[in-house]
Structure formats: C-alpha cells, structure tokens
T-cell receptor, first 115, second 112 residues
Framework: DAGVIQSPRHEVTEMGQEVTLRCKPI?????LFWYRQTMMRGLELLIY????????DSGMPEDRFSAKMPNASFSTLKIQPSEPRDSAVYFC?????????????FGSGTRLTVV | DQQVKQNSPSLSVQEGRISILNCDYT??????FLWYKKYPAEGPTFLIS?????DKNEDGRFTVFLNKSAKHLSLHIVPSQPGDSAVYFC???????????FGKGTKLSVKP
C-alpha cells in the first residue's frame, strides 16, 4: 500500500486566494482526519470523518475552512480566502477506526505558506 | 486547555545512553496512549502504544511506562542511537474523546 497520499507537498499562495489540499487515505480505512501543525499549537485536529461523514469539525478555525469527503478514497480541505496566519503544515491521516492502540497513519503533509 | 502536555520542548542525549521523554495528561478517562515519531518533512509515524489497563509496554529498544495515579507516561529509548533524533509526540484517546489528542512534541537529539 502506498500509504496516505497528500498533494501538493508545498503550496505558496497570496493572501486572499483559495487553497485546496487533497488527501487519499489508505484503502479500507474508514476514518479520515485533518490535522494542522504549528509551532505554537502543535498538532491540532481540524475535522474527522467516519465512513465519509463529518463527525466533529469543532477544530475548524473559522468559516474560511471547509472539508469534504465525497467518497472513501478522497478528501479535500479548502481555505477561502487564505490568510498569512493559515501558514502551517497540514496533515491528513486515516485509520480503521476513530482511534485505537494501532493509531493513525499520517501522510507526509502539505506545507502551506500564505504571503 | 491542553489535555496532553509535553513540557520539555527539547532533549539532548549522548549515543548509547537512555533517552526519557515525558508526557502528562489531565483526562482520567483516556483509555490508551500512543507515541509517534516525526522526522523533518515527513508525517508522524506510530511508534508504540499502551492501554490504560497496563503500566508497561516494551518493543525492542522502546518502552512506555504509564502511571495512572500521576496521570503521567514516559517513553524510554535504550540505547539511544543518532537515528532516533526526531520529534516525539505523545497522544491519548478514550472516554468521550473519540480521536487522538496530541501533545506539542519533544525534539530529541542524540549526539554521536
């Protein structure tokens, strides 16, 4: 298995532009998570899906952020409009269940820079 | 309100010696705890976990200890190797918290 695939690896965009981050989870995993990593806040959960349904989006910072999972093999995280404070590394992860001793499998992340 | 805390941002250890990374938590309902390792430009990778019904779990050079009364867990790496240099995240889940809550991480540097 190729693992969790995220694209792009790096994204540089201007303030006000729309940004879309993409994720392909591991086949057969039914839970998908979007995390954001910053120096100040560490790894924080933005939203997670079970069986393609959003379960908890309380970590989404504000209405500028939205996430979708149209099918079991694809998810997007969209920021519109983007702001410099959104600069961070965004990770997607997947697992067989919402949480377990086996943990989640993370992708390599998307480093977003908003200038 | 941080439920999982790693109070040491960094740790430096000599090769061959023991590395001890610490983690504290506040939610007594957590059922299990995990450690992840993260290299630069990569995603976190699962290292080792422990259930709340145990107080120790060992996997090769890595051992996790859980002290429920103190709400504290630690990761021991012995002997430490330069390849262990990475950021280590502690994570926990359980009770009403259905997903993993992460600490901010501790950067371990193992000097040759």
């Amino acid at each position: 298995d190729a693992g969790v695939i995220q694209s792009p690896r790096h994204e540089v965009t201007e303030m006000g532009q729309e940004v879309t981050l993409r994720c392909k989870p591991i086949s057969g995993h039914n839970s998908l998570f979007w995390y954001r990593q910053t120096m100040m806040r560490g790894l924080e959960l933005l939203i997670y899906f079970n069986n393609n349904v959003p379960i908890d989006d309380s970590g989404m910072p504000e209405d500028r952020f939205s996430a979708k999972m149209p099918n079991a093999s694809f998810s997007t995280l969209k920021i519109q409009p983007s702001e410099p404070r959104d600069s961070a590394v965004y990770f997607c992860a997947s697992s067989l269940a919402s949480a377990s001793l086996r943990g989640y499998t993370f992708g390599s992340g998307t480093r977003l820079t908003v200038v | 309100d941080q439920q999982v805390k790693q109070n040491s941002p960094s740790l430096s250890v000599q090769e061959g010696r023991i590395s001890i990374l610490n983690c504290d938590y506040t939610n007594s309902m957590f059922d299990y705890f995990l450690w992840y390792k993260k290299y630069p430009a990569e995603g976190p990778t699962f290292l080792i976990s422990i259930s709340s019904i145990k107080d120790k779990n060992e996997d090769g050079r890595f051992t996790v200890f859980l002290n429920k009364s103190a709400k504290h867990l630690s990761l021991h790496i012995v002997p430490s190797q330069p390849g262990d240099s990475a950021v280590y995240f502690c994570a926990a889940a359980g009770g009403s918290q259905g997903n993993l809550i992460f600490g901010k991480g501790t950067k371990l540097s193992v000097k040759p």
